[in-house]
C-alpha cells in the first residue's frame, strides 16, 4: 500500500453538501460540508454519508473496462449474497465459525486434488490474502527447509538465494528483501520473455532455497517450463548432488492450465515441485481478496513455521503473516467451485481463451502491431508496434485507448529487453467478445490519428502508463 502522509494545510470547505442528499427535512440542510483531512466534529446521517462517498468513486474506473488487471470483476449475484452474509465472520476464529473453517479446508482438498498430489490426505494447505501472501509463506518454507539443512553454515556467513526469471512478479523481489534472500535472475534473451531451464540450473549452488516457475508470466501470459525446469535440476542434482525444490507461481495459470491444458504436466505430477500457489481472486474467479498456497507433504512444510488455533476444542494448524482475515472470500471460493465444477470452470476460461485468442488475431490483422504472445496459454496478450511504424509508440496507444474508457498497460520490458516497450491484454470472464469487438473498433478508430503524429508524443513513459505486475 502507498505510504501516506498525515494532512497538509487545508482550507475548510465552504460549499455545502447537497441538502438534498437523505435529510428528511432539506431546508435543514448542513451549512459546511464534512472536513475530509481529519475526522469530522461530528455524525452525518448515513444517507447522506452514503451519497458523499458513492459520489466521490464514480470518478474511479469502470473495473470491467479494466484490461490490465488479472483481478476478478464480476461475479454472480448470489456470491455477493453470500459474501454480505460472511462480511461479519474472522477466517482466523476457527472455534467460533467451523462451518467457515470447513469450506477452507474443502477448497484445499479440491486443489489437492485438481493440481494432481500424490497423496492428497498428507499435501498441506491454506487461504491467503492473495498470491503474494502465499508466495512469502512458501519462500519461508523453502528457506526454513534449506537453514534446517545447512545449520552449521548458517547464519555463519552463508547466504540464501532464490533463483527466478527477471519477469517474475514484484512479490518475489519483497520476499527477498524482507526475508533477506539474495535473489537471482535469468535474464530475458531475444525472443524468450521467461525463465530459460538450463540458465536457472547454472545459476544454483549450494545456498540455493529453491527455483520458482511463473505459470504464467504477468508480462505476456506465457507459461514457464516447469518439467523442463525440473528435468535440469534433476540432471544438476545428478552431476553435484545438489537438491533444489521448485515453487510454481500459478497465481494465474494454477486456475487455467487444470482445464485447458490438461497435458501439460506441471504441478504436484513432478516430484521437485513442493508447492503451489494460485490466486483465488484472479482465475479462480473470486473478488478480491483470496489466495491459496499448497504444500506437497509435511516436509514440503516445516512443522515449526506452523501456528496453532483453537478449534472444537482441540487444535488447528494454521500459517499466515495476519490473524484477523475476512471469511467471506473463503466462502465465495467455496461457493465458485461448488457452482462451476470442472466442466464450469473449462467452459469459463474457454471463453475467455477464444476472446484472447481472437482479439490478439484481430489486433495482428490491423497491420500496425507485432504480436509477443497469442492469448493462447493465459488468456493474455502482449503485442508492440511493428517495425515500419515510427510516428507513435505504444505508450501513446496506451493514453488514446484511455480517452475511450480502457485501460491497457503500456511497459517496458525488463533485461536483457529494455529496448522493448508492449501493451498487454488480460481477458477475463466478464470481457465478452462484445466487448472485445467494441475494443477492437475504438483501436482501429485511433489509427488514422495516430500515423498522422509527427513522432511518438509519451515523453515521460514511467507516468505514462499504470503498469504493476
Ligand atoms: C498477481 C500475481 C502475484 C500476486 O498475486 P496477488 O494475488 O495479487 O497478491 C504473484 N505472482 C504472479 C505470477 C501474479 O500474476
Known sequence: MPLHKGPQKHQERPMSVNPFFGEANPVAGMA????????????LPPS?????????????????????????????PQAGILMAECDDKNMIDKDEYPRTAELERRCVAMLADLWNAPDPASTIGCSTTGSSEACMLAGMALKRRWTKRNTDRYPGGARPNLIMG????????????????????VPMEGDRYHLDPQAAADLCDENTIGVVAILGSTFDGSYEPVADLCAALDALQERTGIDVPVHVDG???????????????????????ASINTSGHKYGLVYP????????DKESLPEELVFRVN???????????????????????????????RDGYRAVQQASRDVATGLAERIEALGDFRLLTRGDE???????????????????????LRENGWLVPAYTFPANREDLSVLRVVCRNGFSKDLADLFVEDL????????RQPHPLTHDKDAATSFHH
Open 166 to 185: 527477471i519477469n517474475v512478479q514484484v512479490c518475489w523481489e519483497k520476499f527477498c528483501n524482507f526475508w533477506e534472500v539474495e535473489p537471482r535472475f
Open 32 to 43: 459546511e460540508a464534512p472536513p475530509t483531512h481529519r475526522l469530522p466534529d461530528g455524525p
Open 251 to 273: 497465481a494465474s495459470g494454477a486456475m487455467v492450465a487444470p482445464f485447458l491444458d490438461e497435458d501439460l504436466v506441471w504441478d504436484f505430477r513432478l516430484p521437485r515441485v
Open 311 to 341: 478449534y472444537l476444542g482441540g487444535d488447528m494448524p494454521t500459517f499466515a503473516l495476519n490473524f484477523s482475515r475476512p471469511g467471506a472470500q473463503v466462502v465465495a471460493q467455496y461457493y465458485t467451485f461448488l457452482r462451476l465444477g
Open 378 to 400: 493465459l488468456p493474455v496478450f502482449a503485442f508492440t508496434t511493428a517495425d515500419h511504424v515510427t510516428a507513435y509508440d505504444v505508450f501513446d496507444v496506451s493514453r488514446r
Open 48 to 76: 447522506t454519508a452514503y451519497q458523499l462517498v458513492h459520489d466521490e468513486l464514480m470518478l474511479d474506473g469502470n473495473a470491467r473496462l479494466n484490461l490490465a488487471t488479472f483481478v476478478t470483476t464480476w461475479m454472480e
Open 289 to 296: 481478496g483470496v489466495g491459496w498456497a499448497l504444500w506437497r
Open 444 to 451: 482501429s478508430r485511433l489509427l488514422p490519428g495516430l500515423r
